[in-house]
């Protein structure tokens, strides 16, 4: 980028799965726009997950609908081969992608229509803003971690592989996705484990040969457009990896984890847990019969061939460490020597300096369109369905937010005959 200020009609911010989708339906609708990346294109599925990652949902599930990722249609495919099919996407359309860009702050014009967006290369003003920067922008590690120097603490965006961290046992707090797969992937490689609990839902991986993420588009489920009241931030025990399996917390335990419940604080390297282990793999077991009993239902409202699995509903018996949990932990006596949190993230629009967030900075928005004319967000969980954050719900999220820029474009350049 030239130092002199660069014009034009739709500034994209980001270029991971969701920039990448912004700029194809931007440019199918011939809208001229430029899309900023401050690293590679899909950086974070490169260097913001662990080394033996793969996606959650099945490959003919999460792509974008322009192209099919090479081998099994039904494997789980790996993080390196995700980040090179969205390179090759935008390659597809010669996608304006500029990376090594970092956007540092946006702010309306006065006077005039548009934004000023200051970058590392310059200035940029734009009609239009979407923020694709998605949800994964900060990891977010609570205030109880403890201080102890000693203890080698890390958010699962930064964990790579076992080597990595120090001879000892480790507590991973956090059982979603991610952290029931690092767990599991430290157990095998000879780690003693500590697994902090919470609450979560725990669907099946398959269930009468199709998998849940099949269930969930017949049944209706990817169409939700709002969480359950109180389960917002509910975690979701789901996992590729090694073929794909069912999350078991009771096999997790069998195999040599140690489950505990969630974690509460920390106080003269002793660590305490709730009390409410069993509670949560019991909600958690609530939710996975439930989808079992959605299934049946649907095969037999619709007379499907497909193969009963009885086996499904047959749970493990419930382990030691769960009818006689563990409530407070001394860390160094336990041998423990290292902290994964698998906590989360939280989004981070401090660059925008515009009115398009509530009191508690998030992004008011109505499917992406913000309450601030001319600014988008893509990516977000929630942003118009259950499926927003998946990589096949962000392309259909773009594609609504390119159509109502296009929409607005209409009425920006209309002209009164005679005029």
Excluded at 29 to 41: G, Q, W
Excluded at 42 to 55: F, G, H, I, L
Excluded at 223 to 229: A, F, K, V, Y
Excluded at 281 to 289: K, S, V, W
């Amino acid at each position: 980028m030239t130092p002199e200020t660069i014009k034009i009609d739709t500034l994209v911010v980001g270029a991971g799965q969701a920039g990448v989708a912004m700029s194809e339906h931007l440019t199918r609708l011939d809208i001229p726009h430029l899309v900023l990346e401050k690293n590679r294109i899909a950086e974070a599925w490169r260097s913001a997950r662990w080394d033996s990652m793969v996606a959650n949902g099945p490959a003919w599930h999460d792509r974008f609908p322009g192209m099919e990722f090479a081998g099994d249609p039904d494997g789980f495919v790996a993080k390196e081969q995700i980040a090179d099919y969205f390179v090759a996407y935008a390659q597809q359309f010669n996608a304006p992608i500029r990376t090594g860009v970092e956007v540092k702050r946006l702010r309306r014009n006065q006077g005039r229509p548009g934004f000023t967006v200051e970058t590392t290369q310059g200035t940029i003003e734009a009609l239009h803003v979407v923020a694709a920067t998605g949800p994964f922008q900060r990891p977010v590690i609570p205030a109880i971690a403890p201080r102890e120097p000693e203890l080698h603490q890390i958010h699962s965006a930064h964990y790579r592989n076992p080597q990595q961290l120090p001879e000892g046992a480790v507590l991973v707090v956090g059982a979603g996705s991610s952290g029931v797969q690092i767990a599991d992937e430290l157990r095998r490689a000879g780690r003693e484990v500590y697994l902090s609990v919470g609450p979560h839902d725990r669907p099946p991986r398959s269930y009468r040969n199709r998998d849940f993420c099949w269930w969930l588009g017949v049944l209706g489920l990817w169409d939700l457009s709002s969480s359950e009241p109180g389960k917002e931030h509910v975690t979701i025990a789901v996992s590729g990896a090694r073929g794909g399996r069912t999350v078991d917390f009771r096999r997790l335990a069998n195999e040599g984890i140690t489950l505990v419940g969630r974690t509460q604080s920390f106080e003269q390297g002793v660590a305490t847990f709730s009390a409410d282990l069993a509670e949560n793999i019991a909600r958690g077991d609530e939710n996975y019969l439930g989808l079992l009993d959605a299934a049946d239902a649907w095969v037999e409202r619709n007379g499907a061939s497909l193969p009963e699995e009885p086996e499904a509903r047959e749970m493990l018996p419930d382990p030691e460490c769960v009818t006689d949990p563990i409530l407070s932990l001394d860390l160094a006596h336990s041998g423990v020597t290292s902290i994964i949190w698998a906590t989360g993230y939280a989004t981070d629009h401090n660059w925008m300096e515009v009115d398009a967030f509530d009191e508690q900075g998030k992004p008011r928005h109505q499917r992406g369109v913000s309450s601030e004319s001319g600014i988008y967000f893509l990516g977000l969980p929630w942003l118009s369905r259950r499926g927003s954050t998946f990589i096949w719900g962000v392309w259909h999220d773009a594609k609504h937010i390119a159509d109502h820029i296009a929409t607005r474009r209409n009425y920006e350049h209309y002209l009164p005959s005679g005029e």
